[in-house]
């Protein structure tokens, strides 16, 4: 029987951010009024007191492996929370930036390494310094792969600039963890929570779609990308972009129809409702969902395991979701 794998959980670094504040106050306080534009005062307000009564869990092995118990989780794939992915900070600062967090990550899931699994970061927002960024985290460091945003700066993830990338990715057989951070569409979501209720979905659906009509999955056919939360809006809207692929011109960038390129992306469990659950494995087959959980955030799932095992999935899917199909993922892994 597979172990009961969660690909979804963070690692707060307190002491990270610290010190790019110290570097970069002024950087750091423009960064937090965009943040206060998108969110709105009283959902940053609520987040911060979120955060505040999960902090243990979020920094502490004990607490974490704790939780895990709780949950019923046997390993975690543990991700630098996403705040740290710094999008704005320049080339020196983002390469320390990301150096330090593979440190940090690395550090925490070697404190229980038959439990946890790490993924780092790369400065997205400068494409000429992912590819040493993922090979520290990977080669360097030990880590299965990278947690990447939705967009950093100008940079799409269709940016042909991001090429390299790609195919050393590819290459490395690294998982690319697909989470957002922040939606463009700032303060039209900044109140009732609208940034994360809407702002999530919409991210991952843009950002999977500059993936898919750019034929990135065409060019590195092995990439490992995971999408949070479900993938977002697209796979239930995926007809649409069919439609678009078949109807005109400057949507035909990918080889094939876009709904078949899902069948190439994993998607995690986060979407919080048992009927979307079951259409999004309709949708990209059950050999391509992941447990996840977003932990230890209020917005994640506090019983994944539970919650797929009461979706109303065939036993073989719910064994496949629960663990298998995350095993399946690292066990050719390049390793360091």
């Excluded at 610290?18 to 969110?39: G, I, S, T």
């Excluded at 307000?45 to 955060?51: E, P, T």
């Excluded at 100008?154 to 990338?165: A, I, N, T």
């Excluded at 479900?230 to 069919?242: F, M, N, Q």
Aim: with cysteine; net charge negative.
């Amino acid at each position: 029987m597979s172990e009961v794998v969660d690909v979804h959980a963070h690692l707060l670094m307190p002491g990270l951010h610290a010190e790019v504040e110290r570097r970069v106050p002024d950087e750091v306080q423009a960064a937090a009024d965009l943040e206060l534009r998108r969110n709105g005062l009283a959902s940053l307000q609520a987040s911060g007191r979120m955060i505040g009564e999960r902090f243990p869990r979020l920094t502490d092995i004990t607490a974490r492996l704790a939780a895990m118990d709780a949950q019923g989780v046997d390993r975690q794939w543990v991700s630098p929370s996403p705040n740290h992915f710094y999008p704005w900070a320049g080339e020196g600062l983002a390469t320390w930036t990301s150096s330090e967090a593979n440190r940090l990550i690395a550090a925490h899931v070697a404190q229980a390494p038959d439990r946890l699994v790490g993924l780092g970061v790369v400065p997205l927002q400068h494409p000429h310094l992912a590819v040493d960024a993922l090979d520290d985290a990977v080669l360097g460091r030990g880590l299965a792969g990278v947690e990447i945003s939705s967009f950093a700066g100008d940079v799409e993830l269709s940016d042909e600039r991001l090429e390299p990338f790609w195919a050393r990715a590819a290459e490395l057989r690294a998982v690319v963890f697909l989470h957002p951070f922040g939606c463009s569409l700032d303060e039209r979501l900044d109140r009732f929570y609208l940034s994360n209720t809407v702002g999530q979905p919409v991210e991952n659906a843009v950002a999977l779609s500059h993936v898919i009509f750019s034929g990135v999955l065409d060019r590195h056919p092995g990439l490992r990308l995971i999408a949070a939360h479900g993938g977002g809006y697209l796979p239930t809207a995926i007809g649409r972009s069919d439609r678009a692929w078949a109807v005109r011109p400057e949507a035909r960038g990918c080889a094939h129809a876009p709904s078949t390129y899902l069948s190439k992306i994993w998607f995690d469990t986060v979407v919080h409702d048992e009927r979307a659950l079951r259409w999004l494995v309709e949708a990209v087959g059950a050999d391509r969902v992941l447990l996840g959980s977003d932990f230890p955030f209020d917005m994640g799932l506090d019983g994944p395991a539970a919650f797929v095992r009461g979706s109303g999935l065939a036993d073989a899917d719910v064994a496949a979701i629960l663990g298998a199909n995350a095993e399946a993922l690292l066990r050719t892994r390049v390793r360091a």
